[in-house]
């Protein structure tokens, strides 16, 4: 195994390391204090490529792989992880589920139009009432000759206001069954799809997230992804390379959040020497390091096997366990080492610490990845 970038990746990470200092580092703070989502951003990103990264070029995507892909994530999330979450949520969630499962018909529909930023996308899976446990979901849609009546409503929805394509799984046969849920794409407009209340959150708070409400909205059968009662099985599928996603978020905010107390005790004296030279603060950084290093190795590995096709659901629920545990581990540390200044809005750390919570949670808990590879280990 290769660990050096190549040439290529050298010049995606320093294209993304300029977009983030000219587009993203003057603006985070005020858009995590004020809620803004600054969608003219990702048009921004759309024409560098940024929101069809794994999207084939004849769609107007970037054709990179999931190393690249990983790469592109982390860096931007070293300086915001709600912008590295949006971008993450439109590429892995919804484009990824209409590149991976749609006809081609769909996929030249809609694949142009969100691979190069003119629309945004959104993916519906949660429930007020079925978090981790999707199969019990209430938001159906029943057939009415050449159009389904969806009704019901999603929650948690990155971008539930913004997106101009939502791609939402309802169900369509019994309660409990894996085979009674199917995918549809609902255009922005479509009668009938409204959008909810906006979360006001801890953290991530420049990534938008709300409540998405279906009421009687007629949506035709050929926006219906794959096939009926297809739906559950896809969003798993889909889920993994999420799992990879937020790994990577996760990886870029302990970077960002280790890197900044690596300044901070550089430049911080007490009693008479920088706090660097302290081992109670030098061997926080030297454990930030290790477990850094640890989960960028996870994630390329499971990188590695969703690429090549493998069975990678083991893989991508391990690197995203210990990347989102690292990011959150991290994150406190940081703010440790900061001290008084680390609970200040002042400085970056505070906004590491809340933002890291997330990786925990969103794309399955971290008590999911634990039952994810607990099972895989015991079904051996």
Known sequence: MNFDYSEQQRMIQQMVLDFTKKEITPYFQKWDEEQVFPSELFKKGGELGLMGILVPEEYGGAALGYEEYILIIEEISKVCGAIGLSFAAHNSLCVNHILKFANEVQKKKWLPKLATGQWLGAWGLTEPNTGSDAMRMKCIADNDGDYWIINGSKNFITHGISSDLVVVIVRTGELLDSHGMTAFAVERGTKGLKAGKKEDKLGMRASETAEVIFDNCRVH???????????????????DGGRISIGAMALGMAEGAMHAAINYSKEREQFGKSISKFQGVSFKLADMATEIEASRLLLYQAAHYIKN????????????????????SVANDAVQIFGGYGYVKEYPVEKFYRDSKLSTIGEGTSEIQKLVISRSLLNN
């Open 309 to 328: 096709l493998k069975k990678s659901n083991y893989y991508s629920s391990i690197a995203k366990y210990k990347a989102s545990e690292v990011a959150v």
């Open 221 to 239: 059968k050929e926006n219906i992804i794959g096939k009926i009662g297809e739906g559950f099985i896809q969003s798993m599928k889909i889920l």
